[in-house]
């Protein structure tokens, strides 16, 4: 049990240990406020210091882009189930978004199929879509919306990859 230090604490105190955040520079490894001080808190400094902490946050995001990729990608792989459902979830809040990335790239798509396919190519294509092995994705070997370089939708850029070896590769080529 402890108790939080905010005056104007509305939680019961005191409080079981488990609503205080863990951190080894308090005595006790725990902070004196509880979460929900904690919280309003933070939320409070961040409004008062807006501009600043975004400025600092992008200013060190750009120079350790890096890292902060590493440790996003680790963070993913780590909590894929968290991850899977907060991307149901914000889908779901913003369906627009969603929609409008869906049709860019079906868009691109149909601009990225020559006039001059033939017939039996664009069955080809159908065929392979259709045939797609489970547990596996057709993958266009040079990407449609690559950064340097943008590919065709026809038969001989298409392969089979795993879902994810696709999502590793992006729009890389």
């Known amino acids: 049990m402890k108790t939080c230090k905010n005056k ?18 308090y005595t006790g490894g725990y902070q004196n406020r509880c979460k929900s001080c ?19 946050s992008k200013t060190y995001y750009e120079s350790n882009l890096d890292s902060a990729r590493k440790k996003r990608a680790e963070w993913r792989r780590d909590n894929k189930e968290y991850a899977a459902e907060y991307g149901k979830m914000y889908r779901a809040m913003y369906p627009g978004k969603e929609q409008a990335r869906t049709r860019k790239y079906a ?14 190519q664009l069955k080809e294509i159908t065929l392979l879509y259709e045939n797609c092995p489970k547990g596996y994705e057709v993958d266009h070997i040079i990407p449609l919306q690559g950064k340097n370089v943008k ?18 590769k992006g729009n890389k080529y």
Do not use: M
């Not at 609503?19 to 080894?24: A, L, M, R």
């Open 107 to 120: 868009l691109s798509k149909r601009n990225a199929v020559p006039r001059w396919l033939s017939v039996e």
């Open 38 to 56: 904690k919280k309003k808190y933070d939320a409070l400094r961040f409004e008062k210091n807006r501009t600043r902490i975004l400025t600092q």
């Open 8 to 25: 104007d604490c509305t939680e019961n105190n005191p409080q079981p240990i488990e609503n205080f955040v863990k951190d080894s520079r």
């Open 151 to 168: 590919g065709l939708h026809v038969p001989w850029n298409l392969q089979y990859l795993t879902r994810e070896d696709n999502r590793k």
